[in-house]
């Protein structure tokens, strides 16, 4: 397995590859403008007081949120496609067991949340609020 250091450096690529305003009136080209359009996206199309008392947290609504597969951020889904995505990013090795790839697979929203909110927080941006 690649050094997580390696790994997370992989995963943030590929969440800026996958931020997609295409079917959005909005232009986002630089990694800024990119989480900014994400965040302001999920802000509008997710956060409400329903959702904040049914989830609980800012960082579970979000999770819930790329759970609806948003238009915004084209993130892989199926769970081939996710523990494929796993082994390139360096988080899960080549031989990985079934065991260690449900592991994955069970926490891929969770990681996406994490390293989003990480980039949101880089770029002076949060998720709620």
């Not at 989830?55 to 892989?76: H, M, Q, R």
């Not at 969770?110 to 927080?121: E, G, N, Q, W, Y």
């Amino acid at each position: 397995m690649k050094n997580l250091r390696q790994a997370n450096q992989n995963l943030r690529k590929y969440i800026l590859e996958c931020i997609n305003p295409e079917n959005y009136d909005v232009k986002a080209n630089t990694e800024g403008e990119k989480i900014k359009f994400l965040i302001d996206t999920f802000k509008s199309e997710y956060i409400n007081p329903k959702n904040l008392k049914r989830y609980g947290c800012i960082e579970k609504v979000f999770t819930e949120w790329l759970n609806g597969l948003p238009s915004a951020f084209d993130i892989y889904f199926y769970n081939y496609n996710i523990v494929e995505k796993g082994k390139s990013l360096g988080f899960l090795s080549e031989s990985a067991n079934e065991r260690q790839e449900t592991i994955f697979h069970n926490g891929w929203l969770t990681r996406l949340t994490i390293a989003v909110k990480k980039l949101a927080k880089e770029h002076g941006l949060e998720l709620g609020k």
